[in-house]
């Protein structure tokens, strides 16, 4: 952990629990005051053929600034994620959107030149008071809806779980995009840097190292536990008819490289025989004798064990009944 050593994580066994920066009841007060002080809230709007640029801040934004580019001046929508749309200001690219949604107040330094700003309800007041063209987004958090006034219209509330990143592929899905292409998403450092503009609010943020197949990772637990939503969120906007695309690097791409890993049976089963865990329980051996009753087995019985694993299921029917027992496994391992 930081500060006193570092924690290892495979990416595929974490139970990562994130716990709000911000108590509920200051969270809701913000809730609560921000609605009832902004009208326009985000709804769902129809699908269209537009596309949305989301921008992260991850260190790989630098290099992949003039794809931005490009898909500016082609007029796609660019979404700024928190700090990056100063960034974007600072490169000539003035963003459609600044999307927040962390509810400290010093997020207010975040704050650049958008066309729009969507703030999420939990934002701290003072964000709102500094900027004009503001619609109001709710994420999908329990109890949320309790401290909402009335409202005339329709809402929606905005998933994707604990950060802005998944957050705004799904607020970007919900108004109408359904092309979204990913830049400086990540969710890990390189070297020293969490982010390709210094970002203060940052600096003590708790570092974990995770790891992917055989890469290792430096990342924030925030960062850590949306690398591992990040396939979800990826799969049911695949499944609601999006098309995504990621230029970034680091853990997120090794992420994307292994939900895109396809492999044989047999393939699959061999890299499950190198984990000696799974070598510790024969289910065939446990069920040896209900296959004997079942199948009425005898010494004078051939038997073959398809899929026989380490063969210990027809070994043991081999013993208890002297049956002729062929074992077929395609794991050469």
Same mark, same amino acid.
């Given at each position: @952990?930081?500060?006193?050593?570092?924690?290892?994580?495979?990416?595929?066994? @974490?139970?990562?629990?994130?716990?709000?920066?911000?108590?509920?009841?200051?969270?809701?007060?913000?809730?609560?005051?921000?609605?009832?002080?902004?009208?326009?809230?985000?709804?769902?709007?129809? =699908?269209?053929?537009?596309?949305?640029?989301?921008?992260?801040?991850?260190?790989?934004?630098?290099?992949?600034?003039?794809?931005?580019?490009?898909?500016?001046?082609?007029?796609?929508?660019?979404?700024?994620?928190?700090?990056?749309?100063?960034?974007?200001?600072?490169?000539?690219?003035?963003?459609?959107?600044?999307?927040?949604?962390?509810?400290?107040?010093?997020?207010?330094?975040?704050?650049?030149?958008?066309?729009?700003?969507?703030?999420? *309800?939990?934002?701290?007041?003072?964000?709102?008071?500094?900027?004009?063209?503001?619609?109001?987004?709710?994420?999908?958090?329990?109890?949320?809806?309790?401290?909402?006034?009335?409202?005339?219209?329709?809402?929606?509330?905005?998933?994707?779980?604990?950060?802005?990143?998944?957050? =705004?592929?799904?607020?970007?899905?919900?108004?109408?995009?359904?092309?979204?292409?990913?830049?400086?998403?990540? *969710?890990?450092?390189?070297?020293?840097?969490?982010?390709?503009?210094?970002?203060? @609010?940052?600096?003590?943020?708790?570092?974990?190292?995770?790891?992917?197949?055989?890469?290792?990772?430096?990342? *924030?637990?925030?960062? =850590?536990?949306? =690398?591992?939503?990040?396939?979800?969120?990826?799969?049911?906007?695949?499944?609601?008819?999006?098309?995504?695309?990621?230029?970034?690097?680091?853990?997120?791409?090794?992420?994307?490289?292994?939900?895109?890993?396809?492999?044989?049976?047999?393939?699959?089963?061999?890299?499950?025989?190198?984990?000696?865990?799974?070598?510790?329980?024969?289910?065939?051996?446990?069920?040896?004798?209900?296959?004997?009753?079942?199948?009425?087995?005898?010494?004078?019985?051939?038997?073959?064990?398809?899929?026989?694993?380490?063969?210990?299921?027809?070994?043991?029917?081999?013993?208890?009944?002297?049956?002729?027992?062929?074992?077929?496994?395609?794991?050469?391992?």
């Amino acid at each position: @952990m930081y500060g006193g050593g570092w924690k290892h994580l495979p990416l595929s066994s @974490m139970d990562i629990e994130i716990i709000c920066n911000t108590d509920d009841e200051t969270l809701f007060e913000q809730v609560a005051f921000n609605s009832r002080n902004n009208s326009k809230w985000v709804k769902e709007v129809p =699908a269209h053929d537009g596309h949305a640029v989301l921008v992260g801040g991850g260190p790989s934004l630098t290099e992949n600034l003039h794809q931005i580019f490009k898909r500016y001046e082609l007029g796609q929508t660019i979404f700024a994620l928190n700090g990056s749309a100063r960034f974007l200001n600072a490169h000539g690219i003035a963003p459609h959107y600044q999307v927040i949604l962390d509810a400290r107040p010093e997020n207010i330094g975040l704050l650049a030149d958008a066309q729009k700003y969507l703030l999420s *309800s939990q934002c701290h007041p003072s964000l709102f008071a500094c900027v004009k063209n503001v619609e109001i987004w709710h994420p999908a958090i329990e109890n949320l809806e309790a401290h909402l006034p009335d409202h005339k219209d329709e809402y929606a509330l905005i998933g994707g779980g604990t950060t802005i990143g998944l957050s =705004a592929m799904c607020l970007a899905y919900t108004l109408g995009y359904r092309k979204l292409h990913l830049f400086g998403y990540d *969710s890990s450092h390189r070297n020293t840097l969490g982010h390709a503009y210094h970002q203060p @609010m940052n600096d003590r943020d708790v570092l974990v190292k995770v790891t992917v197949e055989d890469q290792v990772f430096t990342s *924030s637990l925030t960062m =850590a536990r949306q =690398a591992e939503l990040f396939p979800t969120v990826c799969n049911n906007l695949n499944d609601l008819g999006c098309v995504i695309t990621c230029n970034s690097s680091g853990l997120i791409n090794a992420v994307i490289k292994q939900m895109n890993t396809t492999m044989t049976e047999a393939e699959k089963y061999e890299k499950m025989w190198g984990k000696k865990i799974y070598r510790k329980t024969a289910p065939g051996e446990l069920i040896a004798d209900l296959a004997i009753k079942t199948c009425s087995i005898s010494n004078e019985s051939t038997v073959i064990d398809f899929g026989c694993g380490t063969g210990r299921g027809g070994k043991a029917i081999k013993e208890k009944t002297g049956a002729h027992v062929t074992l077929v496994d395609f794991a050469n391992n």
